[in-house]
């Protein structure tokens, strides 16, 4: 009898379920396929670092003491411009793809909560909304001629139940008046702090009880791009 494993497999295209090796490769992957030369500089980087604070410290007669120093200092001048190179080229991967806006606000830290696809048109026109302190965040991604109209009909809707909390509402795209996909983050993070934790929760509450009005298109829906995760060095 073949006997079964109680747990299920882990899914390797998932970033979340791979090794921090894994991880560091996959991201390392995706940065050579957008710039060969972009490891190199990373490699470049450190090293120079090192040597730079090594040579200091044998002219200060301390060359032991900061050959260590040099060392971290250096490694965390790789990381540092290795996680740079990285966001970037993921912006890059996810640029233009449907459901690439949605992808980049679940990459928000500090409280904040994505919803995608929370109305869309037959034209393929998406809005996606995000709740936090600032409040609530209605990001669309398409034509900027179609557009105002879907974003003004959802932040008329979601303003009955929001009780005066403010609601932003921004359009990704390269066209005029639109941001672009690696700016919007951003954005996001230097609005005001209009809300509390406990206030974030609550809307969120009532801002998921209330019932979609998708007019979806025939066909496959949008499915959101999920972006993998620079690896962050360790601090001890």
């Known amino acids: 009898m073949v006997r079964k494993s109680g747990a299920e497999p882990e899914n390797p295209a998932d970033p ?13 992957g995706i940065v050579h396929k957008q710039d060969p030369k972009s490891l190199w500089l990373v490699a470049l980087a450190g090293v120079g670092v090192a040597a730079v604070v090594i040579v200091i410290g044998y002219f200060v007669g301390l060359i032991y003491a900061f050959i260590p120093i040099g060392i971290l200092l250096g490694a965390m001048a790789a ?73 003004a009909a959802e932040k008329k809707r979601i303003a009955r139940i929001a009780n005066q909390v403010p609601i932003y509402d921004f359009q990704v795209g390269d066209e005029d008046g639109q941001i672009p996909i690696r700016d919007l983050n951003k954005k996001i ?39 993998p995760k620079p690896p962050r060095p360790r601090t001890r």
């Open 79 to 151: 990381m540092i411009l290795f996680g740079r190179l990285a966001t970037s080229a993921q912006y890059a991967m996810v640029e233009g793809q449907p459901g690439a806006a949605a992808a980049v606000l679940q990459t928000l830290r500090g409280g904040f909560t994505t919803t995608a696809a929370i109305a869309a048109n037959r034209n393929m026109d998406v809005v996606h909304r995000t709740v936090g302190k600032p409040g609530v965040i209605l990001v669309g991604e398409g034509s900027p001629t179609r557009l105002p109209s879907l974003l």
């Open 189 to 227: 993070m230097r609005l005001p702090r209009n809300i509390t934790g406990q206030a974030v929760a609550e809307l969120n509450f009532r801002l998921n009880a209330l019932p979609q009005q998708l007019q979806m298109p025939k066909g496959p829906v949008p499915r959101a791009t999920r972006m």
């Open 16 to 28: 979340s379920s791979m090794g921090r090796i894994k991880q560091l490769r996959m991201v390392a």
